[in-house]
């Protein structure tokens, strides 16, 4: 009688939803997108894929930076069962799919001539060897500084040309009862502002140099000495409650006044519009101050495990087509607060950082300025880039030497080696 | 008659056996086998996938040559030392001042006991704000007019660790309370009746006599304490996220950056065997003293 009843209401509902036609394959995505606007911005491309006919198997593991999902994904492939698709930062597809398990996707890039639209200096994170393993949906810039307006009015300041120059305004905020910068004591918010200082001060190639290829010369050279002095000099513009501070309360100090400026990716951005506030009126972005202003990137792509299901697998196909649609990277990086990882779209109707953001990257793509952000895995390793950070955060909240920095950089590298 | 009962005396026998199989079974994969695999991984390559080659102790080497672990190290015996020592203080004076007949001692008992059912991501998260010198206790006693009082401890690299010994000593002192009372309750009244009518002070017979026969109770918190010490995980993440810069790293954290955020997987395992050594250096010799106790028939 119970299993009557129970096949009655199924066939019931399988009536109800029976409309589109057919039985809908889910395809199932790992991600770490937990906030509002993030799951905002993720609907836009479910919706896109619902319309293909596919639906969108949620599976969001939020929180370390992505580390709870790295444990989830590792248990997932050790049982033999990966999702059929993935969210990726840094080097994570191309190390996964050195490990054999991700699908390529050469023959919708060929029939698409999706390469062409993607920054030259980004392929090497979506194609392992002469395969592309993932397609890139948005992209952030990390080296920002994002500062309230009305509290460089009061200290009497414009926009900062150099870091001398921001260094020198700290001064005058504080005379004018401002906290100048805002920021967190966790290790990859220091490494924020650690790697702008180094394209800033020693030169994107310079950055190439220590960052990317962990030449132990430019390591150990006067620059990065010079680059620890200036952070030390940073440390001097930031109040004594900084510890345990999250990168969105540092922001909420700059909405409200309290901090003139936080050196901060365009994710802080969202947090600005939200309160009603707008670009160039009420809060000021810039790139950070340097002769030789660079763009470091981080983006987010999709990358496909190799499947055993021919459904799910076509699903795949329809879901890369729908993060390198036109509409979908728009719409999505309108809420996500990124600009599209197409470099051919237009972005008329984004806001006046976003405009600028886009300008300054086809600048620096053709000025070879355009830097993976290492602090998101972008330029070493993941067991390099956190010796970085490791360096940075001890010197910034101790009693350092510049060159006793070095030395614990250089040995820290070496080690991880 | 005696061919059944032997059967039952048989299933009997076995009935334990079979019981226990299925959890000795759990506790032999899950724990044992895993505890190998680990030991394995540590002399491989691994980085961010398992890699079954061997390396010999190169991990180790690798390990020990990384000052966060060396912080991490001198913070696990920091920690464990003051949590300890101060922990069974304060439970112990307050399951001695509780014992002395006072009124409503059910409610304080309680409100004493009431911290250890919070996690300690909410205690640490409290106390991250209660001891922020912009939030917390030196913003209120500035407040009040005190303006040069200062208590940042919890920015300063050097002092970092012991916030974290106040949040767990908070946290934990009703627990070693509730078990020291437990104790004091099973003493005979009539020994302290004997010394009382010897002549002796109170100070003395808790000194002397009293303590002393709280033996199993300090075995019991001591050990619960510091396994508590050992796996102290949660805490530091919710309070200082291993901060500033990474001066309350523990060797917990340490590991699972290395796993999970940093590819070395062989670095961690070698960071996991050596929290086991730590730990086997504890409980062996203790299990090894209960149990020859026990052949001696106590």
Redesign the interface.
């Known amino acids: 009688m119970r299993k009557l009843s129970s096949a009655l209401i199924a066939s019931t509902l399988a009536l109800a939803t029976a409309l589109p036609a057919r039985a809908e394959t889910k395809i199932e995505v790992l991600h770490h997108w937990v906030s509002e606007s993030e799951v905002a911005a993720l609907n836009t491309i479910r919706e896109a894929l619902a319309a293909k006919g596919y639906g969108w198997q949620d599976s969001a593991v939020g929180g370390?930076?992505g580390?709870?999902m790295?444990?989830a994904l590792?248990s997932r492939?050790a049982a033999g069962n990966p999702p059929g698709a993935m969210q990726f930062i840094g080097w994570e597809g191309i190390?996964w799919s050195s490990?054999g398990v991700m699908r390529d996707l050469n023959d919708l890039d060929k029939a698409n001539g999706w390469q062409a639209t993607i920054a030259p200096q980004v392929l090497p994170f979506v194609k392992n060897g002469d395969n592309l393993i993932a397609v890139p949906i948005n992209m952030h810039r990390q080296n920002w500084v994002w500062a309230n307006k009305a509290a460089f009015d009061k200290a009497g300041i414009e926009q900062p040309k150099t870091w001398a120059e921001l260094i020198a305004d700290g001064e005058k905020l504080k005379a004018a009862g401002i906290i100048p910068l805002a920021i967190g004591?966790?290790?990859w918010q220091i490494q924020v502002v650690f790697d702008a200082l180094v394209s800033d001060i020693g030169g994107p190639d310079f950055y190439r140099k220590a960052l990317v290829d962990l030449d132990p010369e430019a390591l150990n050279s006067d620059t990065m000495k010079q680059v620890f002095d200036t952070l030390r000099q940073v440390r001097g513009l930031v109040?004594?409650?900084?510890?345990?501070r999250d990168w969105a309360v540092a922001t909420g100090m700059v909405i409200d006044g309290q901090a003139a400026m936080q050196v901060m990716g365009d994710w802080a951005k969202g947090e600005f519009l939200a309160k009603g506030l707008k670009p160039g009126t009420d809060f000021l972005c810039f790139a950070t101050p340097s002769e030789t202003p660079s763009f470091q990137f981080v983006i987010d792509s999709f990358g496909m495990f190799k499947v055993s299901d021919p459904e799910v697998s076509k699903a795949q196909v329809a879901l890369a087509e729908v993060v390198m649609d036109p509409k979908v990277q728009h719409d999505f990086n309108l809420i996500k607060g990124s600009i599209p990882a197409r470099t051919d779209l237009g972005v008329d109707d984004f806001d006046d950082c976003a405009k600028k953001g886009f300008e300054e990257r086809a600048t620096a793509i053709e000025s070879n300025a355009m830097l993976g952000g290492a602090t998101h895995g972008f330029a070493a390793?993941?067991?390099f880039a956190?010796v970085f950070g490791?360096v940075a955060?001890?010197?910034?909240?101790?009693e350092m030497s510049s060159e006793d920095a070095v030395q614990?950089l250089v040995?820290?590298i070496d080690?991880?080696r | 008659m005696a061919r059944r009962k032997s059967i039952t005396d048989r299933f009997a026998d076995w009935l334990p056996r079979l019981v226990l199989a299925p959890s000795l079974l759990a506790v032999i994969v899950g724990v044992y086998l895993f505890i190998a695999w680990t030991g394995w991984i540590s002399l491989s390559s691994s980085k961010m996938v398992p890699q079954y080659d061997f390396v010999g102790l190169e991990q180790y080497y690798r390990l020990w040559a990384t000052p966060r672990w060396h912080t991490a190290v001198a913070n696990l015996f920091i920690f464990s030392a003051l949590f300890l020592t101060v922990t069974i203080a304060v439970g112990l004076l307050m399951a001695i001042l509780l014992d002395q007949n006072i009124r409503a001692e059910g409610a304080l008992r309680a409100i004493y006991l009431y911290p250890m059912a919070l996690s300690f991501i909410v205690t640490g998260t409290a106390w991250k704000w209660i001891l922020n010198p912009n939030l917390g206790i030196q913003k209120v006693v500035n407040g009040l007019g005190w303006e040069s009082f200062v208590f940042n401890w919890i920015t300063q690299p050097d002092f970092a660790i012991y916030t974290i010994v106040i949040a767990a000593v908070w946290q934990s002192s009703g627990f070693a309370m509730a078990i020291f009372l437990a104790g004091l309750r099973g003493i005979d009244n009539s020994v302290i009746k004997a010394a009382q009518i010897e002549g002796a002070s109170l100070p003395r017979i808790y000194a002397s006599i009293i303590v002393p026969m709280l033996r199993p109770a300090f075995l019991s918190v001591i050990v619960l304490l510091s396994y508590i010490s050992i796996k102290n995980f949660d805490l530091v993440l919710a309070m200082t996220n291993g901060g500033p810069g990474s001066a309350t790293e523990v060797p917990s954290t340490f590991m699972f950056s290395s796993v999970f955020r940093r590819n070395q997987m062989g670095v961690g395992a070698a960071s996991a065997i050596m929290m086991l050594m730590t730990v086997a250096a504890i409980i062996v010799p203790y299990l090894y003293s209960e149990l020859k106790e026990d052949r001696h028939g106590h």
């Open positions: 370390m930076s580390g709870n790295q444990q590792r492939l190390d490990e004591d966790e290790p109040d004594d409650g900084f510890n345990g390793q993941p067991q956190a490791d955060a001890q010197f910034f909240v101790n614990l040995d820290g080690n991880a």
